[in-house]
């Protein structure tokens, strides 16, 4: 597999350009959000400042009140370990997964692999280069899948950018055997309408199943027509990947879902999911699904049953993604205003927009709701040349609490506590001060995790960040020790002995 330079065309997503035209002024109050935007690069540069917004950035700079360009700054109880520079992948970094002693992180460009028995000193093991964005990763066993959600020639990893429109163009699932992780094997695909903006798995016995969110169809596009108002699932033999296929595309809004703008201003219509998370000890799952959340059981996974779904109108413009508390009565559910394209943490944009919403879950099986009880997000406000949105988080393991880490592009990471879910509060924190000054550019943490006593965060443009909170809040989360962990696929953190003797510290 060779480096291929990306040169992919998006499709159901605005442009650079696009998303950033009007980029304060309209998109965040009028129009609906967008996905992330794609870039080529590892920090896309997106609209240029004012001289006054780049001279009053200067000066909250020179004045303490945000970072420096590239200052790393953190709390007290947050401990910076190490960075590991981009290899051969120099496009955008998105999203990890974690089995045993290796991270398994994904980039536009394909994905890495590192061992981590050392926190410390993270080694990278090996680099598969497979274009065709966003390339989100999930782990199973001996599997990994890999989503591709830009229109290629073919589904090897030796394909072309194509046009939507021409009905030969592939996206969707890839499947790797990853028994050998200096050498990982692709071993399948499988097509998918709409390709796969993320994937969410559910391991069952001698299958994984695997949820295909995606959105964005159009009567133009010949894999992708509307209604899309349901996600993709596909059954994978574990034993036999070649034969895995697609079994089902359950319609999730009969009634078509939100209707976003300009019946719902500011709120992008439903026509699919971004992203989808599953609590197998319970048979739950919770879809952030563009202009609507929703709560649903999967305990047969090939047919999903719909329990309650939830609007907000007024704050939330884009459902990005979804986390359930351990005991499954609460749901963090992530506004992705702006599409990830946006400096939408400042004061003029406010503590609701483009925040988390926080919900209990109350009652009992079918009959379960959905009940908003606040926001939150992060204080600490960003230049206006920062794009900063609420992105991907896990919880930290502390039995009798709801604790959780989150990225935040350039808003950095944030710890914060939810307990109390009508009164969340960040409780430690770690940034890197803007890229640059001169305009817009989309940077920072794409996705942070809690894993087996650290922080990973795969930052879009720095590479591979490791974290250690040294806190007694969190603490006692640094006894439980996961053999594998897929954020969008939450364990039951504390249906296992915790293992008091492990070391927290490595030697250098």
Avoid at 65 to 80: A, C, K, Q, T, Y
Avoid at 255 to 277: E, F, L
Avoid at 339 to 366: L, Q, S
Avoid at 459 to 481: C, E, M, Y
């Amino acid at each position: 597999m060779t480096l291929l330079h990306n040169t992919r065309v998006r499709r159901r997503r605005l442009g650079v350009a696009a998303a950033a035209a009007g980029l304060l002024a309209t998109l965040l109050t009028a129009g609906p959000a967008v996905a992330t935007p794609d870039p080529g690069d590892a920090t896309v540069p997106q609209k240029d400042v004012t001289s006054g917004q780049e001279a009053e950035a200067r000066s909250a700079i020179k004045g303490g009140e945000i970072p420096g360009i590239d200052e790393i700054v953190h709390s007290d109880n947050v401990e910076h370990l190490v960075n590991v520079p981009k290899g051969a992948l120099k496009s955008t970094n998105t999203d990890i997964s974690f089995q045993g002693k290796y991270a398994y992180a994904g980039n536009y460009d394909g994905f890495t692999i590192f061992d981590i028995s050392n926190p410390k000193k993270p080694k990278t093991v090996s680099e598969v280069l497979c274009p065709g964005g966003q390339n989100d990763v999930s782990v199973s066993g001996d599997l990994l899948f890999l989503s591709t959600d830009s229109s290629r020639s073919d589904n090897s990893c030796k394909s072309t950018s194509q046009s939507a429109t021409v009905k030969e163009s592939w996206e969707g699932i890839k499947i790797f055997d990853i028994s050998d992780k200096r050498n990982p094997k692709y071993v399948a695909a499988v097509e998918t309408a709409c390709g796969s903006h993320t994937n969410t798995i559910i391991p069952d016995g001698r299958n994984v199943y695997v949820y295909v969110s995606s959105y964005f169809p159009s009567a133009s596009f010949p894999d992708c027509q509307p209604p899309h108002d349901g996600i993709s699932i596909i059954k994978v033999p574990r034993k036999a990947p070649q034969q895995a296929k697609l079994v089902g595309f359950p319609v999730l809004f009969p009634d078509g879902g939100n209707p976003g703008a300009p019946t719902n201003p500011g709120v992008t219509q439903t026509t699919g999911c971004h992203d989808i998370t599953v609590l197998p000890s319970k048979d739950l799952a919770a879809g952030a699904c563009m202009g609507d959340g929703i709560l649903f059981s999967i305990k047969d996974p090939e047919r999903p049953k719909i329990i309650d779904r939830v609007q907000d109108n007024v704050n939330f413009a884009f459902w990005h993604s979804a986390t359930f508390n351990q005991d499954a009565n609460k749901i963090v559910f992530t506004d992705e205003l702006g599409g990830g394209g946006a400096a939408t943490c400042n004061e003029r944009i406010g503590p609701k927009r483009g925040a988390n919403g926080i919900y209990d879950v109350v009652g009992k099986g079918d009959k379960r709701k959905l009940v908003f009880r606040s926001y939150f997000k992060i204080d600490r406000h960003q230049a206006d040349a920062e794009v900063c949105v609420a992105h991907n988080g896990s919880l930290i393991p502390v039995k009798g609490r709801d604790l959780m880490v989150q990225a935040w592009y350039q808003g950095g990471i944030s710890v914060w506590d939810f307990t109390n879910s009508s009164k969340p509060k960040e409780i430690g924190y770690f940034e890197r001060g803007p890229v640059t000054l001169d305009q817009v550019t989309t940077a920072g943490p794409w996705s942070a995790y809690y894993y087996n006593g650290y922080v990973y965060s795969n930052d879009i443009a720095k590479g591979l960040d490791v974290l250690k909170i040294n806190d007694r809040r969190t603490d006692p989360a640094k006894r439980v020790r996961l053999p594998e962990l897929n954020a969008q696929t939450q364990p039951d953190y504390f249906d296992r002995d915790d293992d008091d003797d492990d070391d927290d510290d490595h030697d250098d």
